[in-house]
Structure formats: structure tokens, C-alpha cells
């Protein structure tokens, strides 16, 4: 796929024919031959923007890396050139003197030098062959049926895992630090797994409860921060350890606490050692970590009981998902899809995150397109490992990049720009819809305003997985 090149190239694109656009029919009188040149120009990248949509369709080789850079760059180039004009025209030079700054460098002749130049890149695109796709089965927008709720759907086949967790606990209670760690491959289920020990009000009910992100970049003063914050109430920025132990001791002393470090890293050893030492400063204290990482070896390293290794979910629980997930009982259909459906499953491996990303994008498919992810060659880079681990680390990359694939053309651009942060970013709803709507990726419609699709874009990518939500904890 061209994917995430294509769809830049289209952003810049659609910039530079909205500015045409504004200039043609703008308060800036222009010439005849000056206005015919720009419509030219506008018409130009209006069947450039179509090539671009097939373009995003095909398949991604070194001709057509070369053909978005090209095109990438011409955008630029006009850009800056009618950013030149309305900067010229807004400091009140006259159009006729701004056509007579040479031959080399007038308006008129740049436009013309980008014209060949647009072409030369449109010659490219057929001379090598770039064949386009179909989006005939892209997915059309579908306003949802029904607002976003916070009631989350209920968790399928962890009940179980949950009372091993339990028992290993209440087995334990009588140290002072209990941690207990859960390891297995990313989208198994081990942060789903936390949420309901940590939403158990019945368990823990005498417990203060701390959520913490650890990442995969180990900091001991940003957990001990974390941890501060939560307890007190207030905003921790302690830059030395010590600090952070002293404070610790007052707020955990004599208290009940239940700490969920989620997608634990370390280096060393020593790093796991000095956050054990960490917890432990409260006197009187009676703390339970529990810690979800995909290393067995960290596990098996900070856990002071026997670490848990999440299992794998069966074909028939992954079908129960993506039933849920794609509204698959409500289908005047569903007995023809069905065999489909539970091949899919089978294809997920087990693995919780792949059946809920592909649930979704089966919702609004036909027959023929749920065939088309079932036979999708993506399946194939599953298949190709002979590590049961390391095949089912690649089911959830498959599901989420057929969950990507079919995504609509729109949501793409959207979901592309959270590339530009670093794992684990937190970012307000509303800052996110503002930065779309200021690049342009977002623009009212006739039936929505701006701000009202990007509540849209942002209820579709959370209800794909590819979003999460902050507060999802009582």
C-alpha cells in the first residue's frame, strides 16, 4: 500500500487547490490570462487528486515512493509561489508590475513550469505502470447509530484468569509487598485482564487504587511521580530520588494500596530492584502490585509469587468477539456468514486485540468483502513463523493492518497523524480535533460541522482499537 505517502501527498494536494481556489474567486482582481492560468492549474491538480486516490490503493514499490516524493515536493513549490503572490498582492503592488519581474520569474511563467512539470509527474505515474485499485470497496461513512458509551462491552473469557489471580492473592496476604505479574504477547489481554482486578470494588474495596503507564522507557522518578500525584492529589515533579522515597513514606504508611504498573519495562535488574525498594518505604504499609508485561523473564524477576502467564483465548471465544464487535446477530445475513466469520476468528490466534480490530470493519461489509479478509494474503505473514509466540504477535499486526487497509480514505489521514508521537501519548480530545481541523484534514460539510466529524473520526478509531481512552477507571 501507498498508504501513509499517498495520503500526504492528498493533504498538501487538497491545501493548494483550496488556496487556488480562494484566489481565483477572491477580493484580488486578476487578469485574464493570469486567471485562466491558475484555473488551468486548479483543473490540472483536480485530476492529480484522482490519480492519488488509486494511488493509495496500489501497491508500494520504489516508482511509486519516488512518484509521491515528486509530487510532494511540487505541492511545495506552488504552495510557496501563491504564498509569494498574495504576499506581493496584500503590500499593494499592482498585478502588471508583478507580471513584469522578468521572464524567468514571473507568475505566469513559474505556473507554466509547474504545469509541465505536473504533467512530466502524471506521465510518470502511468509510465511505470503504477496500476490503480478499486475503491469500490472502500467503506462509506456511516454516522453512528447511537452516541459513544462508557459502559463497556463485557469481557469475554477472562473470568476465569481472574480468579487464579485472585486465589494467588488471598494466598499472600500476609506480606507487606505482594507483586504479582502478568506476561504474555501484546493485544493478548493482560492491561484488559488489570482493568477488572483494579474495577473490583469488592476485592479491594478497603484499597486506594493507583493506575500507572510504565512504557518501555523505564523511569524510576516518573513512577514515583505518578504514584505521588495520584496519592496526594497534587501535581509531583521530584527530580531526586530521595525526594521521591521521603514523600512516598508519609503518603503509604499505615495505608491499603493496590498499584497497577502497566506494560512494565527494564533494562536490568537493578532497575526492577530499586521500584520494589521504592514500594517498600511505607511502614504499616499492605501493598499489591500487579504488573502486565510482555517479558517473562521481568515477570518472573519482580514478582515476589509465582508470575501468570495469560492464555491464549480459543477460536470459539475470538468468534464471540467479532460477533460483538461487527453487530453480527442484528444481519439479515448472518447465516451465510457465518462459516466466514469463524474462519476469520480462527485466524486471529487467540489473540483478544485481533478480534476486536477486525470486529468493527466487518460491520458495514458485504458477503464478498468479508471473503476478501478471510482470503486476504495479509494472513499469510502469520503463518510463515514456526514460534507459537511469535505467530500470534503477528495475527494482531495482521488484524490491525486489514483493519487499516479497509479503513475509510478520511479516517486514514486522520489516524496517520498520531504517527508524529511517541507510544503511551496522552493528548485531550479537543486539542486533537483542533490540530486536525488546522491541517486541513477535517472540513465542514454540508450535514456536519468540522468539529462534529472529528467527534466522529474520534468515536470510529476508538471503537477500531486504534484509540484509547484516559479514563477508563473507577
Known sequence: ???????????????????????????????????????????????????LKDAEHANTNNSMRLWLSRLRDAMYGIADMIDDFEAEATRKFSIKKLCKMGPKFTLANKMKMMREELQGITHQYREFMLVPGTNADELKFIQMRETYST????????????????????????????????????????????????????????????????????????????????????ESTYTETQMIHR?????????????????????????LDSLVAMLKVGKGSKVVVIATTRNEEIARKISTIPSHELASLTDE??????????GFESRDDKEQLKDIGE?????????????????????TMTYNQWKKVKDSDIWKESSSSSDPKDKAATRVLASL???????????????????????????????????????SFIGATPTFTAWELGEMYITQLLKLSFLQHLKVFV
Not at 168 to 192: P, Y
Not at 317 to 326: E, G, N, P
Not at 344 to 362: E, N, T
Request: charged share 20%; proline share 1%; with cysteine.
Open 151 to 234: 459502559i463497556e462491552d463485557s469481557i469475554i473469557g477472562r473470568a476465569e484468569e481472574e480468579n487464579k489471580i485472585w486465589v494467588s492473592l488471598s494466598e499472600n496476604t500476609v506480606q507487606d509487598l505482594v507483586v504479582l505479574a502478568m506476561h504474555g504477547i501484546g493485544g493478548l489481554g493482560k492491561t484488559t485482564l488489570a482493568k477488572m482486578i483494579y474495577n473490583n470494588n469488592t476485592k479491594f474495596e478497603e484499597y486506594v487504587r493507583v493506575w500507572i503507564y510504565v512504557s518501555e522507557t523505564f523511569d524510576l522518578n516518573k513512577i514515583g511521580n505518578s504514584l505521588i500525584s495520584q496519592l496526594s492529589q497534587n
Open 401 to 439: 493492518k486489514l483493519s487499516y487497509t479497509f479503513m475509510p480514505r478520511y479516517l486514514k489521514l486522520c489516524f496517520a497523524y498520531w504517527a508524529i508521537f511517541p507510544k503511551g501519548y496522552k493528548i485531550c480530545k479537543g486539542d486533537l480535533i483542533h490540530q486536525w481541523i488546522s491541517l
Open 317 to 326: 471465544m475470538c468468534w464471540t468477539i467479532i460477533k460483538q464487535k461487527s
Open 247 to 271: 514523600s512516598l513514606a508519609q503518603l503509604l504508611a499505615n495505608k491499603k494500596i493496590l498499584i497497577v504498573l502497566d506494560d512494565l519495562w527494564a533494562e536490568d535488574d537493578s532497575q
Open 1 to 51: 500500500m501507498a498508504g501513509i505517502g499517498a495520503m500526504i501527498a492528498a493533504a498538501l494536494l487538497k491545501e493548494v487547490v483550496q488556496q487556488i481556489g480562494s484566489l481565483v474567486g477572491g477580493q484580488i482582481k486578476l487578469q485574464q490570462s493570469l486567471d485562466k492560468d491558475l484555473k488551468e492549474m486548479k483543473m490540472t491538480l483536480e485530476s492529480i487528486e484522482a490519480l
Open 343 to 363: 474462519a476469520i476468528a480462527a485466524k486471529c490466534g487467540g489473540v483478544a486485540l485481533a478480534a476486536q480490530s477486525i470486529g468493527p470493519i466487518l460491520e
